[in-house]
């Protein structure tokens, strides 16, 4: 009888989008055109317009755009990255893999994300990159967080990888840093049938830097001439039709996002489980909606019996994963706070009022049930 609320539902979306991708595709394996060619630049170009920049390089993943970034700028051995430990564990990856040093920042209390001040924290001489993580589809004070980076002569770039569309002021995800970084994971706010990804940056000569690394360091133009080590991490031709068929939507489905969220909001500001922050500058796109519980294992654990599905982004901050902890310098006390207490709750586009007050009904007995200690 009682229906479960699902996490995320990405078989709506998909039907809003069937027909045309069938068709894209239908046309594809007419015409054998798997790799490149005019799928692929369209799309580029749509979604650099999107992004409000002049470049987009459509790439394997989110993580290799965050990896192509990084070499393209020549950042390596002896450079360090500065990075928010609140985050997926790709951002850092992405610097190991480059074999730069990750340095991990703290984040704000209220928004989970990097402030001025954390960034500022973060910094030394060696610093020559920041990567700002617009986490769960949420942007921090872009406006401070530039100046913090100007003033150490360090580059800013943008993961943008939970972020498609989101804005500070106005003015659009990826449109601040050197180069904004995309994920098109499945379940990503605008996500293709398989991996996918993208780089957006106003920068000709890193984006025709990119457009090389990502084909083996090719040379324009020729098939022959490499002058690069580069790597194959192309976007194929078959997502970039459902990456364009869906582009069309996401506006559409970023506002019922944001929707949800206020319903949440509403419904969730009294307490204990109230929402991680949007500052009031941005416009966030609700990758994800996210609250803080206490004794999550137990308030989990109830909302999952009572039908209702949640995720948690993420439990273990990058600097306590055993790969990363020969790079903590010191205790990061906001993101392992948030870390133990952090729910993320049902979040997708199509996502009814019902759907919305049933979490908020479960998350309010769940945290009953917790204040007098009963399960
Ligand atoms: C998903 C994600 C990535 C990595 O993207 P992939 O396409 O999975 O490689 C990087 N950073 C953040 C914040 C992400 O959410």
Same mark, same amino acid.
């Given at each position: 009888m009682k229906q479960v609320v699902p996490f995320t539902d990405l078989r709506a979306m998909t039907d809003e989008v069937r027909a045309s991708i069938e068709q894209g595709w239908d046309q594809l394996l007419d015409t054998s @055109? /798997? *790799? +490149? +060619?005019q799928v692929v630049q369209d799309f580029e170009r749509s979604w650099a317009d999107y992004c409000g920049v002049a470049h987009a390089v459509g790439v394997a993943n989110g993580t290799d755009a965050l990896q192509l970034v990084l070499s393209g700028l020549g950042i390596g051995p002896g450079d360090e990255v500065v990075v928010p430990?609140?985050? /997926?564990?790709a951002t850092a990856e992405a610097v190991v893999l480059v074999g730069a040093r990750p340095r991990f920042a703290d984040v704000s209390p209220h928004t989970l994300l990097l402030t001025p001040a954390t960034l500022e924290a973060a910094i030394?001489?060696?610093?020559r990159a920041v990567i700002v993580v617009h986490l769960y589809g949420q942007m921090p004070d872009m406006d401070a967080l530039c100046r913090v980076a100007n003033r150490a002569g360090a580059v800013l770039i943008e993961d943008a990888a939970q972020a498609h569309g989101a804005a500070w002021q106005g003015r659009p995800a990826g =449109?601040? @840093? !050197?180069a904004g970084c995309f994920s098109f994971y499945p =379940?990503?706010?605008? @996500?293709? /049938?398989g991996d996918a990804g993208a780089v957006v940056t106003q920068d000709a000569d890193l984006a025709e830097n990119i457009r090389s690394l990502r084909d083996h360091g090719r040379v324009r133009g $020729? #098939? %022959?001439? #490499?002058?690069m080590v580069g790597t194959n991490s192309r976007l194929d031709a078959l997502q970039a039709v459902v990456l364009t068929a869906k582009l069309g939507h996401l506006a559409e489905w970023a506002e019922a996002r944001r929707s949800v969220a206020q319903r949440y909001r509403a419904a969730l500001a $009294? @307490?204990?489980g109230r929402m991680v922050e949007e500052l009031p500058g941005g416009r966030g796109v609700y990758h994800l909606a996210v609250v803080r519980v206490p004794d999550r294992p137990r308030v989990q654990h109830r909302l999952t019996s009572m039908g209702v599905q949640t995720g948690i #982004? %993420?439990? *273990?901050?990058? #600097? !306590?994963l055993a790969p990363y !902890? !020969?790079?903590?310098?010191?205790?990061?006390p906001h993101a392992e706070a948030a870390a133990g207490e952090i729910l993320s709750l049902p979040m997708f586009p199509h996502m009814s009022d019902d759907q919305v007050d049933r979490v908020c009904e479960a998350l309010h007995a769940a945290l009953a049930t917790e204040a007098v200690g009963i399960a």
């Open positions: @055109g /798997f *790799i +490149g +060619g430990t609140n985050t /997926f564990v030394t001489r060696r610093t =449109s601040f @840093g !050197r =379940s990503k706010n605008l @996500g293709a /049938f $020729s #098939h %022959y001439q #490499h002058d $009294s @307490g204990p #982004h %993420y439990p *273990i901050p990058c #600097h !306590r !902890r !020969r790079f903590v310098d010191g205790p990061l």
